[in-house]
């Protein structure tokens, strides 16, 4: 969409092709980085707040004079990027350099290319594809390549172990996430985001809005499937067994500091808003309002679209700040026996509820 | 089977239980909240603890404070320190008598009178292991934990951290130079006449 | 140093990590996610307790002992004085009996409360650890309040408390009783009934009751291995016969009987019987004189006299042996941490990393305890 | 049983294992260090005794010229009795027989008490020093022992330095 009209903008400007397509997808990345940026200060910020007041306390605050973190502490993510980004990058004298310094930038791919087919209204989208779906699944396991690359060229036992743990861990995940996914292209018969969501409005009985979550049962189950299934691809608790602080102290990011390491933590929160952006877009009618029928401008659409998203990452910080960590046997025992069980079982159940209702 | 959905029900079950906890925390935060902010908020806080009164402490573990104009020199502290961080060195002068030139008064405010002038009284606050084991032998109660029942002696001070190691050793005696050390024992000022 | 095979790697746990719970280093063999063997090394808290103790005298010990079991000084002091009492033979007022059980069984809620919350930390769980902090420092004010150090005490004394119970003192108690036993509910319901939480512990790091006997495992430990003993029951030591409470110990009720979740679980219900024994011991609390029964001089005769009482983490013993002189000839201390430990090896060997950290925290050692 | 009994339940054991020796308290009985493995392994599956507990094993130095000693605490939690032993050790060669494997407790123990009085625990599978660096020299806790001047390029401060003052 946006890239597309960009395209034809530049067409116009400038004879080749080449130069106005490379132009168009620049200035069409610009927003989605800045978009990245601000949804990890925001998310950081949140998650720092979230925490505290689950636990009890108050969070980064700021009131007197001096240096504090402004009103609320909300300068704290701020002063923590500032502190990341001038901190010494420090490189292991045994590491397979190369690898140590790509690693951060593949995983941050992964998660940036994702963000792209996001459909955040009905008309803004950088890029409108057919097969938005299966292009986020798969975008969405490069990071593990990242991920243990950094493993491995840290040349630390404890990245290792993360690492490898990481590696299970996404690729055992991405069946039920990608079993899950298929309900809601079962229903609509397209992997297009857009037409998906167009797919979704009106309404059950005029109350509930027609999401698919709403649908039948079996999708209902889908999305807890889906969205449990997301966190565990996040790497997040109580999924988190690749970081875990208490046994791997940092996992496979034992050995980054500064800057590379502030790239990590800016594909996390970027991943967990790609995951939530499909879960809200596949399952909860994307910019579809609530309440069928109203609040359904372009511009509602982004707020809805966006708030979905918000709550989706208020359950993972949610969940984290809840619950212990699975052990990496029973992580593998939930996936391969609980969720991918249920899975099948809802594929077929949905096939079924499409051939008896319609 | 049975089992397995059992399972998968007491996941889910306790799971919700354990988030609902989580989730009224979170709302009731203005009421539950604990965290003190320090710079502005400073301990102790009548407010927000369980209710008792500064002055009500039997003690307060803080910093060691001498009023030197009391101290008689008798070593009892020292002796009582497990950690050998109080030194005190004496100098045996005319009982109960004011020496001027040392700023020394001859007698306490219990009124004991007096026998050595105090040359040195150091504490080393670094070593201190706040075990108050020096206070209690104190005949004159000279050596105190500031704060709490002592705030009328001296004020709290827990924030008395510093840079420089050598700036935690407190020197409550004064130093003496050679020439006023000389001519304060009594043999030495019979030696004078 | 064994031999390591082509698949197997030998991974150092600590001396820095965040789940080692002090400074200890723990050479564990693996082969992937599976432990074979641990060596435990120990010493990197070392402070020669035994050997300051010879160059300081009796009463000068009691600091020492604070700094061994950071976690629950008090009971350290309790087991020193009751020890030093037994050897001199000295009888305490009443008043200081019941100060000295109160502070004792407080302390007991809030190193059992730091156990149970850090081992929830071991486990991945973060909010319960703080929430028991924050119990905890509750706890901590009333020390406070009483003698006036939060962490070291230095409160028990030869013959006597260092400081009488100040104004009001038995209501801010009973206050916070009352405040702190639905907590314990909280508790039960966030962290020990948590489906994750039984997972990782039940049927993990099982201490068999022989095994455990053997290996000195006391305490908690050894209760969650389902054999009834307790110092304070059986071997009753201070007032201790006079208090009614029950020694809970493991029933394997999610998994084998010495499991994890049994250690845990006996904690949990510790804290509900100390309790128990703090609302009694508050109602009869005597009044009275607590410096007359403190001994002016303290020079013991010639003897030596072995005691054990109940710490929080199991027996703790002190040998103190005395010459007649101001200062002891030789004061040992049998730390209930360091028993447990010793059988780290034979209790992990066979499971998973997370399992290690996991049996490492449920046994719950202090690491100033056991390298004194 | 008393001490008393459990004394006499050892000597009818083993001849001329019990020392008698004036200084000790009631509870405390000395043994000849020689047969101390037999003994140990006696007391702990003698059904009479059974002394399953080992409670704590404490090596005591009697100063500049008397022995070293082992003192072991023994507890039975079916009988509910208690013995205290004593084994001296000559100054020059400490040697006894490793309990190790007859309490498992018995492991660190030795190795904590090898570590402080360098009494050497014959048979103990790995006695190796526990809280102290292994290439710690001299034993601490004995009486005459004295600190080492540097420890691998640390110097150890010998009388506390008066920074600040003069």
């Not at chain 2, 002038?117 to 080393?124: A, C, E, K, L, Q």
């Not at chain 3, 010879?54 to 079991?69: A, L």
Request: glycine fraction near 8%; proline fraction near 5%; hydrophobic fraction near 40%.
């Amino acid at each position: 969409m946006t890239v597309d009209y960009l395209i034809e903008l530049f067409s116009k400007l400038f004879d080749s092709p080449f130069i106005s397509f490379i132009l168009a997808v620049s200035i069409a990345g610009i927003p989605l980085f800045v978009l990245m940026a601000l949804n990890a200060t925001v998310a950081v910020y949140v998650e720092r707040k979230v925490s505290a007041f689950m636990m009890d306390r108050i969070g980064p605050m700021g009131q007197g004079p001096g240096l504090h973190a402004g009103p609320w502490g909300v300068l704290q993510t701020i002063a923590d990027a500032v502190k990341l980004l001038i901190k010494e990058d420090t490189i292991p004298s045994s590491a397979d350099k190369l690898l140590f310094k790509v690693a951060p930038f593949i995983i941050f791919i992964g998660a940036f290319l994702g963000i792209a087919v996001l459909p955040f209204s009905s008309v803004i989208q950088v890029v409108d594809i057919n097969i938005g779906v299966f292009y986020i699944i798969a975008v969405g396991s490069v990071g593990v390549h990242g991920i243990v690359m950094a493993g491995w060229a840290s040349n630390n036992k404890w990245s290792l172990y993360g690492a490898m743990r990481s590696a299970a861990q996404i690729i055992s995940y991405e069946i039920p996430a990608g079993l899950s996914i298929i309900i809601p292209i079962m229903m609509t018969g397209t992997m297009n985001l857009q037409s998906m969501i167009e797919f979704q409005s009106g309404s059950i009985w005029g109350i509930l809005p027609n999401w698919i979550i709403f649908n039948n049962p079996f999708s209902f189950l889908a999305f807890f499937i889906f969205f449990i299934s997301a966190v565990a691809e996040t790497n997040r608790t109580p999924f988190d067994i690749p970081e875990a602080e208490s046994e791997l102290v940092a996992g496979w990011m034992t050995e980054y500091s500064g800057f590379r390491w502030a790239v990590f933590f800016l594909s996390e929160y970027a991943n967990m808003f790609v995951v939530s952006g499909l879960a809200a877009a596949g399952f909860l009618g994307g910019w579809l309002s609530p309440i069928p029928g109203l609040f359904n401008s372009p511009i509602w659409g982004l707020f809805w679209f966006f708030s979905k998203i918000i709550f989706l990452i208020f359950v993972m910080m949610w969940f984290r700040w809840t619950f212990p960590r699975l052990r990496v046997d029973q992580l593998m025992h939930v996936c391969w026996k609980v969720f991918i069980p249920i899975a099948m079982l809802n594929i077929f159940g949905v096939g079924i509820w499409k051939l008896i209702i319609g | 089977m049975s089992r397995y959905l059992t399972n998968i029900y007491d996941t889910v079950n306790t799971l919700w239980t354990g988030m609902q906890i989580t989730f009224r925390h979170m709302m009731n935060i203005r009421r539950d909240n604990v965290t003190l902010q320090y710079p502005e908020e400073r301990w102790p806080r009548p407010e927000r603890n369980i209710g008792f009164n500064h002055e009500d402490y039997n003690v307060i573990r803080s910093r060691l404070h001498v009023d030197i104009d009391d101290c008689i020199g008798c070593y009892r502290c020292e002796r009582a320190c497990p950690v050998d961080c109080i030194k005190i060195e004496t100098i045996k002068s005319d009982r109960g008598e004011d020496i001027p030139k040392v700023n020394h008064t001859g007698v306490t405010s219990n009124g004991t009178k007096k026998g050595f002038v105090v040359s040195r009284f150091t504490i080393d606050m670094s070593e201190c292991c706040y075990c108050n084991l020096c206070t209690y032998p104190c005949p004159e109660e000279c050596i105190f934990m500031v704060g709490g029942p002592n705030s009328s002696k001296h004020p709290i001070d827990y924030e008395f951290s510093e840079t420089d190691r050598k700036d935690l050793i407190y020197q409550f005696a004064k130093k003496l130079t050679p020439k006023q050390k000389s001519g304060l024992s009594p043999i030495e000022k019979k030696a004078e006449a | 140093m064994g031999v390591v095979q082509g698949d197997q790697m030998v991974l150092n746990i600590g001396p820095q990590h965040p789940s080692t719970h002090g400074v200890l280093r723990l050479e564990v063999t693996t082969d992937g996610e599976i432990v074979s063997k641990i060596t435990p090394h120990l010493g990197y808290l070392h402070r020669c307790f035994e050997k300051h103790a010879e160059n300081v005298t009796y009463e000068q010990v009691i600091p020492f002992t604070d700094r061994c079991d950071y976690l629950a000084s008090m009971n350290s002091n309790f087991g020193y004085v009751v020890a030093m009492e037994e050897l001199m033979d000295i009888e305490i007022s009443e008043r200081v009996q019941y100060i000295r059980v109160i502070m004792a069984e407080l302390n007991r809620i809030a190193s059992h409360l730091l156990a149970l919350g850090v081992y929830g930390l071991d486990i991945g769980a973060f909010t319960p650890f703080l929430y028991m902090l924050r119990d905890r420092e509750r706890i901590l004010d009333i020390f406070e309040y009483t003698c006036g150090a939060r962490l070291l005490y230095n409160y028990m004394w030869i013959g006597g408390v260092s400081h009488d119970l100040p104004k009001d003192f038995v209501k801010i108690c009973v206050e916070f009783l009352d405040y702190f036993e639905p907590q314990i509910e909280e508790y039960n319901n966030l962290l020990t009934f948590n489906k994750i939480f039984i997972e990782r512990t039940a049927d993990v790091g099982v201490i068999p009751a022989e095994v455990a006997v053997s290996y000195g495992v006391s305490g908690p430990n050894l209760r969650g291995s389902g054999v009834k003993w307790d110092v304070r029951k059986d071997e009753p030591y201070s007032i201790y016969d006079r208090f009614d409470f029950d020694i809970p110990t493991g029933s394997g009720e999610f998994g084998t009987l010495g499991d994890c979740f049994d250690r845990y679980w006996v904690r949990m219900l510790e804290v509900t019987q100390s309790v128990r024994i703090i609302r009694q011991a508050l109602k009869d609390l005597p009044g009275g004189d607590v410096f007359e029964t403190m001994p002016k001089k303290i020079r013991p005769p010639v003897g030596s006299v072995y005691r054990r009482t109940e710490s929080p983490r199991g027996d703790l013993g002190y040998y103190i042996v005395s010459d007649g002189t101001p200062s002891p000839t030789r004061v040992k201390m049998r730390s209930p941490a360091f028993t447990a430990l010793s059988c780290l090896d034979e209790v992990s060997s066979g499971w998973m990393i997370s399992d290690v950290l996991a049996i490492l925290g449920s046994l719950d050692i202090v690491l100033g305890e056991i390298d004194r | 049983m008393t001490p008393e009994q459990i004394k006499e339940r050892i000597s009818d054991q083993f001849k001329n294992s019990v020392i008698t020796n004036e200084s000790l308290g009631e509870h405390q009985v000395e043994i000849n260090g020689e047969d101390w493995l037999n003994i140990a392994t006696f007391m702990k599956n003698d059904p009479k005794l059974s002394f399953d507990q080992l409670e704590c094993i404490t090596g005591i130095d009697t100063g500049e010229e008397g022995p070293l000693q082992t003192h072991y605490n023994f507890h039975s939690m079916e009988h509910r009795h208690k013995i205290e032993v004593v084994i001296s050790h000559d100054r020059k060669d400490p040697k006894v027989s490793s309990i190790e494997q007859v309490w498992r407790i018995g492991d660190w123990f030795e190795r904590e008490t090898y570590d402080m009085f360098g009494i050497e625990y014959t048979g103990h599978r790995d006695l190796r020093r526990i809280l102290c660096p292994d290439d710690w020299e001299g034993w601490p806790l004995r009486k005459d022992y004295e600190g080492q001047e540097s420890f691998h390029g640390i110097v150890v401060p010998k009388i506390k330095e008066e920074e600040g003052w003069e």
